[in-house]
């Protein structure tokens, strides 16, 4: 596959979108925080800054959403806020707007 169809692809579709993360470097413990410690309140709220800024944080909330993924901070949601979402697709603004509303 030539890079112009791999870049003319949706971003979820592609499954190299993990490399333009703004996550892709931090560490995966502030992902996955565990019991809700002080200590676990401080990873979700740092895991969700950088989830705010990433290029690709709706594709990778889609990404969890349509495959299962139950633990863990995905597209700057947390396990609770994505089961709380309504089960159509999201859109990149829809998803901004969610987002906000969660921090």
């Given amino acids: 596959m030539s890079t112009s169809t791999a870049a ?5 579709d592609r ?5 333009d993360a ?3 470097d931090a560490d995966p413990e502030l992902f996955f925080p565990d019991g ?7 990873h979700v709220k740092t895991a969700k800054l950088i989830c705010r800024g990433c290029p690709v944080s709706a594709t990778c909330l889609n990404w969890a959403l349509a495959s299962g993924q139950e ?9 609770d806020e994505r089961r709380r979402l ?10 901004r707007l969610t ?3 969660m921090s």
């Avoid at 499954?15 to 490399?19: K, N």
């Fill in 99 to 101: 987002m906000r509303g």
């Fill in 15 to 19: 499954p190299d979108w993990r490399g």
């Fill in 22 to 24: 703004a996550c892709r």
């Fill in 71 to 79: 633990a863990g901070i995905w597209g700057g949601l947390t396990e």
């Fill in 86 to 95: 309504p089960r159509r697709g999201l859109l990149s603004t829809g998803h």
């Fill in 36 to 42: 809700d410690t002080r200590s676990a309140r401080a």
């Fill in 8 to 12: 003319a692809r949706p971003a979820c």
